[in-house]
């Protein structure tokens, strides 16, 4: 029977815990304690077991998420973020997208929720530009999902999402980091219009 994530949590505790000191002096999590929260597949742990993910519930979640942040909150934070990211991309992506992103095993992805992208329409998708900032886990993600503002719409802010290849500049202190964006790729819109603020992902 397959581990439950918290139970996958309790078991990477002490090694994290170990880690914490290191990773705060470093600025971002010990490429240790990252590789053991991403060979445990925690940053799946939303993602439908089709898409190679654990399926957990929300409970299961907070109580992963409490579990490591107990070992090294800065490795709980990031968790966290990355997790979500993870399923906002599994449940808004089309199912080319979730191949390239999730099918080839256990894999992290952060994110920057300001609207900061640029973008140009090209034949195979979008060409996005930008610096954004604050994406916790990072140093450790392969995928970055970044918002483009788009003009509003009946009163509403828009804005579309885009999944990119990262490419990291700057570190700064917990695990977070800048990061520039300016490559095309054909997998980069998640979902051509969503309102922000309400309610959908």
């Known amino acids: ?114 609207p900061r992208a640029q973008s140009v329409a090209v034949e195979a998708g979008y060409r996005v530009s930008g610096r954004f900032g604050w994406g916790s886990g990072s140093s450790l993600a392969r995928w970055v999902m970044v918002a483009e503002g788009l003009p509003d719409r009946d009163d509403k802010q828009w804005f579309r999402a885009y999944v990119v290849p990262k490419t990291l500049t700057a570190t700064l202190k917990g695990g977070s980091r800048w990061a520039r964006a300016d490559r095309q790729h054909r997998l980069c819109n998640l979902r051509q219009s969503c309102p922000r603020g309400n309610g959908e992902a």
């Open 1 to 114: 029977m397959q581990a439950t994530s918290l139970e996958r949590a309790k078991a990477l505790y002490h090694l994290i815990s170990d880690e914490a000191r290191e990773s705060e002096l470093a600025g971002r999590l010990t490429d240790r304690a990252a590789q053991a929260l991403l060979d445990a597949n925690l940053f799946s742990m939303l993602v439908a077991r089709s898409n190679g993910g654990l399926e957990a519930s929300r409970a299961e979640f907070f109580e992963t998420v409490e579990m490591i942040a107990k070992a090294d909150g800065s490795a709980g934070w990031c968790l966290s973020v990355c997790a979500t990211t993870a399923f906002v991309v599994s449940k808004a992506a089309c199912a080319e997208v979730k191949q390239e992103v999730f099918g080839d095993g256990p894999v992290a992805l952060w994110t920057s929720l300001l």
